[in-house]
């Protein structure tokens, strides 16, 4: 393997024979930065999840913990872009330790003031002061696959690797916070979901060959290259796939309760996640000769077209055959969102581009689960399946406008 030195790069005769996996994991020190990170992306999965636990086992209130989640949540949509600018700018090496520290602090802070019954808004401040500082791993990765792929094949591999990692990090994050909130302290849950961050982002840190390299002293500010047309619709697109998840993640729980199954409202839902991990294996194993903007179009029809037979489930079993069609959609979506913004957008801006693509999906999600959650409550499931269909068109219609761009 050659030396770690300089800009990663792909040897020229395998780039032109060679795609998929292969070449993603051949290229110098991808394999490294891809592993190092692997523990940060279960401790972010964990996170948001612990704060639930901490805030509930210390006031035994889930409406409290849910106003310091809510804070949490919102303060990493909206802090989550802004520290990726400075990112951009002065490169992950130099900022990564910074937004650890930073993390760590303001977890603490949550903890103690937790544990010594502190007032609800301090509570919450400390909660947002956590999501502010939350860094945005999955961008930070992705953006390290751009730098060593960009304009080769297996750049859509790489992102079907990104794309793998954050699927099963959410798979085993929720169960692992549970089990150790339960078995032994909510405090340990959340201590442990901070070490992982911190483990995780610190290794990615070290790995300095394959960090793209800063861009203080590129003229133009950032935003300016990134609010463009085509990056608005395809954050749109990310938008509505996140309110189809939101309003999924009512409307199953509410079907299974509705059918005195509520212990299968969390199997019920994982079932599109894990059709959606090997959807996102097999898409990222081959190279497609189409066009990714008609790919994304494609997908985004397929995802619309699979969603409906939701409408007709009448039972947990008929439910969770429904609930597997979409998943067939999902991951490839995912990756053709990160080739778009790779192509979309400049190298400098890349970081903050898709940290605001997953910003979109956190707004998207947020917005669909309040929604379908009053729907649900006055007219049942079925009102909230029928609002996560109409999210598919919507995020359909804004893949035609990716397309035409």
């Known amino acids: 393997m050659p030396a770690l030195t300089g800009r990663i790069r792909t040897p020229q005769h395998v780039q032109q024979t060679e795609s998929g996996y292969r070449v993603a994991l051949r290229t110098p020190g991808a394999l490294k930065f891809y592993l190092a990170a692997a523990p940060a992306r279960i401790g972010i999965a964990m996170t948001g999840l612990g704060i639930v636990w901490l805030v509930h086992g210390s006031t035994g209130s889930y409406a409290l913990a849910g106003a310091v989640t809510g804070g949490f949540a919102v303060a990493e949509a909206v802090g989550g872009p802004q520290v990726a600018r400075l990112i951009d700018r002065h490169g992950q090496p130099r900022m990564l330790p910074i937004t650890l520290l930073l993390h760590t602090m303001a977890m603490a802070l949550l903890i ?241 581009a898709f940290t605001w693509l997953n910003s979109g999906s956190a707004a998207g999600i947020a917005m669909g689960a309040a929604v379908a959650g009053r729907a649900v409550d006055t007219h049942g499931s079925q009102l909230g399946f029928a609002l996560a269909i109409a999210a598919t068109l919507v995020a359909t219609g804004m893949a035609v406008v990716v397309r035409q761009r």
């Not at 483990?199 to 390299?213: C, N």
């Open 112 to 352: 103690a003031l937790t544990l010594a019954a502190a007032p609800l808004w301090m509570l919450v401040l400390a909660g947002v002061l956590a999501g502010a500082s939350l860094p945005q791993i999955g961008a930070q990765t992705a953006a390290r696959w751009s730098h060593a792929l960009r304009g080769v094949p297996a750049l859509s591999s790489g992102f079907a690797l990104e794309s793998l990692g954050t699927g099963l990090a959410f798979l085993v994050g929720p169960a692992l916070i549970g089990t150790v909130s339960a078995l032994v302290s909510p405090v340990a849950g959340s201590i442990l979901a901070t070490t992982l961050v911190v483990s995780g982002g610190l290794s990615l840190a070290v790995q300095r060959s394959t960090a793209p390299p800063p861009t203080a002293g590129v003229r133009a500010e950032g935003s300016g290259r990134l609010l463009t047309k085509g990056f608005l619709a395809l954050a749109g697109t990310n938008v509505g796939v996140g309110l189809f998840f939101g309003s999924m993640q009512v409307s199953v729980t509410a079907f299974a309760v509705g059918r005195d199954s509520a212990s299968l409202a969390g199997p019920l839902y994982s079932i599109t996640s894990l059709i959606s991990l090997a959807a996102g294996i097999a898409y990222g194993a081959r190279r497609w000769r189409m066009p990714a903007r008609t790919q994304f179009v494609a997908a985004m029809a397929i995802l619309f077209v699979t969603t409906l037979p939701l409408l007709a489930a009448d039972s947990p079993l008929t439910l969770a055959l429904a609930l597997a069609l979409p998943g067939l959609a999902l991951a490839p979506i995912q990756v053709l969102s990160s080739v778009l913004a790779e192509s979309e957008v400049e190298p400098a801006v890349l970081t903050q």
